[in-house]
């Protein structure tokens, strides 16, 4: 909010066609420093009304109105001119750090502007990690956000970097951007730029600084890619108890049917749920817990391969693991001649998922093999679950969902089923490796350790 965005916003308004009214959204002031009305609105109107601001303001500005908008404004503004095509959008960025330091500066200062040089108040701030991790990732949450939205709406925006707004070139070629006639001769020059000097000659503990940055992941290596598909809410998978305040949130190939057991010992299921029926059911149930159940990876992929095995619930896997990977499966029902034989039929289906859900195969992501992650995101697109629970531990969390809904503390019993080859028996390093590598993202969102151990 210095020198560089007040420098573009004078030169925009050197076009004849042109007039940005600065920051129209600032939460203490309107378009400049202690200006608290514009276009016959005052601070308290604009705030009530931002759409009729909006329109006052194109109503009252000849020519082509506009305004600076930053990350920290008003959050409704975005919303009412991103999706708008006619409305041009001008993105100024600037390397983080320096934003960082200018900022610190300018508020140790109080001093956002300068024009002359006579008046520059030069302090020294101390760099803090912290306080820059977490003012760079909302500009960046921000600037993401903005990009995804332009893209959905195939619209473009102009990128001006902050070294660009001393390119009259740059600055002409915004001009064409915006579609107006008019052209710059020369540059405005009125707003000189404050802390020219080097960066680490603009704190006061620039050693300390150089250290803490040289600890930051910047090209994100030890991030683990995602390429798997966004997931819905799910809604109807979850399960609730009419008369008791539970509504569970299933994981499939988790620990569904025994969970099923236990809340039927409270009374009727209600499943099926679609949007309506549950909001109906949380209107009559308030003071409800949501809650889901975490499997350990391989535990749940050794779950979702008996599954299939038994029921075949993705039938293009069949010949996809033949011509790809060379697996010939039994017939529904049959199972393996032997443990070695369904335990190479087990890899091969880890190795499987890995592919799918890295987008390398044909085949759509199924919730057996979604990771955990990907569905728990999927559930607070609607539904956050109040507590999420651990399948090793789920007798101390059951009781503690039940203490938290006022229900007696009945048992819960151990899933019953029986698959051909419990994963005890089919256990040994490979498996733990090839489980790692397909939901790597679920070890790391969820800290799970070895399965065997």
């Known amino acids: 909010m210095r020198t560089g965005s007040n420098f573009l916003e004078a ?9 940005c009214h600065g920051e129209a959204f600032n939460p203490y002031f309107i378009g400049g420093e202690n200006r608290q009305a514009m276009f016959g609105m005052d601070l308290a109107a604009r705030d009530a009304d931002p759409a009729g601001f909006i329109r006052a303001m194109r109503a009252q500005t000849e020519g082509l109105a506009g ?26 960025t600037r390397n983080p750090l320096e934003s960082y330091i200018s900022w ?25 990690l912290t306080e820059f991790q977490t003012r760079s990732r909302a500009v960046q949450d921000f600037q993401v956000r903005l990009l995804r939205r332009l893209q959905v709406t195939g619209q473009t925006a102009f990128y001006v970097d902050y070294a660009d707004v001393l390119d009259i070139d740059v600055l002409n070629g915004l001009a064409g951007f915006l579609g107006v006639k008019d052209r710059l001769r020369s540059l405005n020059t009125r707003f000189k ?61 988790g620990p569904e049917a025994a969970l099923r057991r ?22 009559r149930h308030p003071g409800f817990r949501s809650f889901t159940v975490l499997r350990h990876p391989l535990a749940r992929a050794h779950a979702a391969w008996c599954d299939y095995l038994a029921r ?24 393996f001649d032997s443990t070695d034989a369904f335990r190479d039929g087990f890899k091969v289906f880890l190795d499987f998922a890995r592919f799918n859900l890295t987008g390398r195969t044909e085949i759509k992501v199924m919730p057996q093999i979604a990771t955990q992650l990907a569905t728990l995101q999927g559930f607070t697109n609607l539904q956050s679950p109040d507590v999420v629970l651990r399948e090793d531990r789920l007798t101390e969390g059951l009781t503690f969902l039940a203490a938290e809904t006022d229900l007696p503390c009945l048992p819960y019993v151990e899933p ?28 790391e969102a969820f800290g799970f350790g070895p399965w065997h151990s």
Not at 423 to 439: G, K, M, T, V
């Open 11 to 19: 030169n925009l308004n050197a076009l004849a066609e042109v007039r």
């Open 67 to 92: 305004f600076r908008y930053f990350h920290d404004h008003d959050p409704r503004v975005p919303d009412l001119v991103l999706d708008d095509p006619a409305c041009a959008k001008v993105i100024l």
């Open 104 to 128: 610190k500066i300018a508020m140790e200062a109080d001093q956002w502007w300068l024009a002359n040089t006579r008046h520059l108040r030069t302090p020294r701030p101390r760099f803090d």
């Open 193 to 253: 730029k404050q802390n020219p000097e080097a960066i680490r000659d603009k704190v006061a503990n620039p050693a300390e600084m150089e250290a803490d940055l040289a600890r930051i992941d910047w090209f994100e290596a030890a991030h683990t890619p995602n390429f798997e598909p966004r997931r819905n809410a799910a809604v109807p998978s979850y399960i609730a108890v009419n008369g008791a305040a539970l509504l569970f949130q299933p994981v499939k190939a």
């Open 262 to 283: 236990w809340l039927a010992q409270y009374g009727e299921l209600q499943p099926n749920f679609d949007r309506r029926s549950l909001k109906d059911w949380k209107d």
């Open 312 to 335: 075949d619930w993705l039938p293009e896997l069949r010949p996809y693991l033949k011509r790809v990977h060379g697996l010939q499966l039994p017939r529904k029902g049959d199972g």
């Open 416 to 443: 019953t089923d029986h698959p051909p080859h419990s994963l005890f028996s089919l256990w040994d390093p490979d498996l733990e490796i090839a489980a790692r590598a397909a939901y790597a993202r679920d070890y």
